[in-house]
């Protein structure tokens, strides 16, 4: 079936630092979502994209649907401890069609 | 404030025991999914529903079984947990054209001894 290509699969980053993590995929797509789970908890909507090249933030988040509309990227900037946890992007075909989701990327902030 | 409720949150249970996962959302949402999720790694739809008396198996096959008799209730079975159910299990509902995305429950953690 259709696949998501999340890269890196996981980042071990120091407190402060800036954040980028994206996701592509061979097909293309109309809608991009961004969702963060913190662990024992559900996915949580951060950012939504509808249009190619659209630009969004998400107080530090900032996320953006490629030209291509085959790719999307999410940025986060400052970070600090609480953003710790999996983001996964999410891409959807058609209104029609279900989320196809990528893989996750684990955010681990070093100590 | 969550707006899509599962229980329990955890269960352990032994093998060979009939279970049942509660979905319930208050959103009027149509279209409802249950993903199967082992810690940190990728979800598995396992099954979804685009309305009353509709279901649907999804990418990963699973023993459980749905049933979907009201709107906004979304029930998952296992006949006779094994071991190999151990998983968490979320489930998330959407308007039919998936606009806004899904929104997830907190999810329940099953264990099977």
């Known amino acids: 079936g259709q696949q998501l290509n999340q890269s890196p699969q996981s980042m071990f980053i120091q407190e402060g630092e800036d954040v980028s993590m994206n996701c592509t995929s061979s097909?293309?797509?109309?809608?991009w979502l961004w969702y963060k789970q913190d662990p024992g908890e559900g996915p949580v909507l951060l950012i939504a994209?509808?249009?190619a090249g659209e630009l969004t933030s998400n107080g530090r988040l900032t996320a953006q649907f490629g030209i291509t509309r085959k790719d999307s990227f999410l940025n986060i900037s400052a970070s600090i401890p609480s953003d710790v946890g999996i983001y996964f992007c999410?891409?959807?075909?058609?209104?029609?069609?279900?989320?196809?989701w990528g893989a996750g990327t684990k955010l681990i902030i070093k100590p | 404030e969550a707006d899509i409720y599962q229980t329990p949150r955890y269960l352990v249970i032994g093998t060979g025991k009939k279970i049942t996962l509660e979905c319930s959302q208050t959103m009027g949402h149509d279209k409802m999914y249950w993903y199967q999720q082992d810690p940190g790694m990728e979800l598995h739809l396992i099954h979804y529903?685009?309305?009353?008396?509709?279901?649907e198996k999804g990418d990963l096959s699973s023993e459980s079984t749905v049933s979907r008799i009201r709107t906004e209730h979304f029930p998952l079975t296992l006949e006779s947990a094994r071991p190999s159910h151990t998983s968490q299990y979320l489930c998330a509902s959407s308007f039919p054209d998936s606009q806004g995305g899904y929104t997830f429950g907190s999810g329940t953690r099953l264990t099977v001894v």
């Open positions: 097909s293309i797509f109309n809608t």
């Open positions: 529903s685009y309305g009353v008396n509709s279901t």
């Open positions: 994209l509808y249009k």
């Open positions: 999410a891409g959807q075909l058609g209104s029609n069609y279900q989320l196809i």
